[in-house]
């Protein structure tokens, strides 16, 4: 039997990375084009589909721990985690199709389809996504592996996104032939083939190593009491939650700015393409740089650059595109290794708190992530509607002053302030690199005896 601190294979890492290439398939066009796809395909209102955003992360307050919970307490000759990817993948494909999918209902009943589909996609978004991101904690318990597993996962993740961001308009174009929700739809059946075949290979490749302590015993009282004594914990899902409003915010703000404000509808395309390569090429230094710096300090520091970078976005013209891609390109690089410095940083938590209380809940604390990302998703979608709506925006025609104002915005100053509030968070994070190394030495000798 393979020991739980070894490196992993490079077939693994890449099995385990195509994981969220096959999420980044749907996830990236409900993160990309889901606002404007409603808007402006469907027919419903900016602040109708905010809400609906809005409304789903009640559930996801529920669903997610559940769900955590769940998965601590599977047990398959698979493991705890792997047996739902292979459950969920084709639940999961399903759905995406459906949430871009166009009935020809009054708009009443069009609230209902998008709000019903958009829900059920978020609850089986986490009963597959929440166990594959608590996998990567479980396939080696060396926590700078992890971040090396957690960097292939991110190459990974933005080569879907790539492709989702950089040609799903073409497709649905290409597709739809003038009719975009046909378009859409059709769009979303090649992506969410491809998502199920890859899951399937992140199943097939992948091992589970790390397991609780054989003396623990079931018992979800002290799991929650121990999550919410963990403070690294507790921060990390402050600052998931503010990372992904701003994601959402900007991202679905993108599509507009270039719209209504650069006048290139399908320019934004290769925008995302170029800061989506961008995050490629700098995604790999986040290991080399976590071991020099440590984790905290170079999230820390991610977060103020890049977000001064995004706030600097509000001052080009309308033509003056060079300087757009060029602060793009910059804040993204800037940004990208932290990506997937949050993921290893929660799988350090779950270490903390197997060293601290002798029970390791792992699935909980990666509900944590979960929740956060959709918890993020989900306001950051409200606001970027009801925001349209407060600054007037009017779907399908030139925008006023105000509206053009309010999409700057949307793209550079809100998203740039909301993710330089992240490094208050993380000054008070008290996982160091030091601590990674007597937490790893001090569980490996607990598990030999």
Known sequence: MSKIGTKLSIKEKLGYGLGDTASHFVWDMVGF??????????????????????IARFWDMISDPIMGIISDRTKTRWGKFRPYILWMALPYSILAILTFTTPDFEYTGKIIWAGTTYFLLMTVFTAINLPYSSLGAVMTADSYERAGLNSYRFIFAFAGQLIVSGTALTLAKFFGNGNDAKGYQITLVLFSVISFILFMITFSSTKERVLPPNEQQKDLKEDLKNLFKNRPWVILFFVGIISFIMFAVQNLSIAYYFKYYVGKAESVQLFNVIGTIALIVAIPFSKGLAQRFGKKNVFLASSLISGLFFMLLYIPGEKD???????????????????????????DTADYSEWKSGRRATGLVFSAATFAQKAGWGIGGALAGWLLVLFNFVPNVEQTPTAITGIKLMISVIPGILYMTCAIFLFFYTIDKQTCEVMQHDLEKRREE
């Open 33 to 54: 084009w889901i606002l404007i796809f409603y808007t402006d395909t469907f027919g419903i209102s900016a602040a109708a589909a905010g809400t609906i955003m809005l």
């Open 321 to 347: 595109i060079i300087s757009i891609y060029v602060l793009n390109i910059l804040a993204k690089m800037s940004y990208a290794p932290a990506v997937p410095l949050l993921w290893t940083m929660l799988a």
